[in-house]
């Protein structure tokens, strides 16, 4: 009688697909297919085109599974195959490029956060510190995951750069690890943190924006308060 199949034990999915499993294969497909569409639409112009390339990609996984030798991960193997047929499905729509040379194009130097929002380099107390910080928003439970927050998200992720976007949602929709990101979409650690560093920033923005989620400091405040504590520090070892 065949073992139970772990969610992740590539050898026992890989055995039952050899096998001509069709539990494991539709195992596997309902694992990867969601993140497999998001990854294709770096390659190609539309949704019906990842689409199309989804489905050649389980073809050929299915029957290329009896040569999987295990050296990387099975999602790892399929995901080099989704982005192989990417680059051909999206080199007949005449738009097809390495993803690391998309991110490359992607390269800006427009700061993460609008550098208004901090004090200058020469201030005389608080140099390079936030002048308009982040306010707490509000917990799970008190609302940030309700429906129209979740909207304002995914709205956020849809408009980031195609680069951006596929790492985003990768490591923070489909949870992966970042180095399952750096070897499924061939590109450096360094570039993998830059891309998700901008997209973060940019998603975040936008659920300031929503919130209203930002709050000046008062640093004359703030400035009072050290001095009296210095004060009372002084006065305490007299």
Known sequence: MPRPIAQEDDQGLVAALCRGDADAFALLVDRHSPAMVRVAMAYVPSRAAAEEVVQETWISVMRGIDRFEG?????????????NVAMRVGGRERRSMPFSALAEAE???????????FLPADHQLFPGHWAIMPAR?????EGLLAGETREVIAAAIAELPEAQRTVIALRDVEGWSSDEVCEALEISAGNQRI?????????????????????????????????????????DTE
């Open 107 to 117: 390269r800006t130097t427009e700061p993460s956060v609008d550098p208004d929002r």
């Open 137 to 141: 928003w509000p917990t799970p439970e």
């Open 195 to 235: 891309l998700l560093h901008r997209a973060r920033s940019r998603v975040r923005n936008a659920i300031e924006s929503y919130y209203g989620a930002v709050e000046e400091i008062d640093y004359d405040a703030v400035t009072a308060e050290l001095m009296r504590d210095t004060a009372r520090k002084e006065a």
């Open 71 to 83: 050296r990387s991960s099975l999602k790892t193997w399929i995901f080099r195959i989704l982005t």
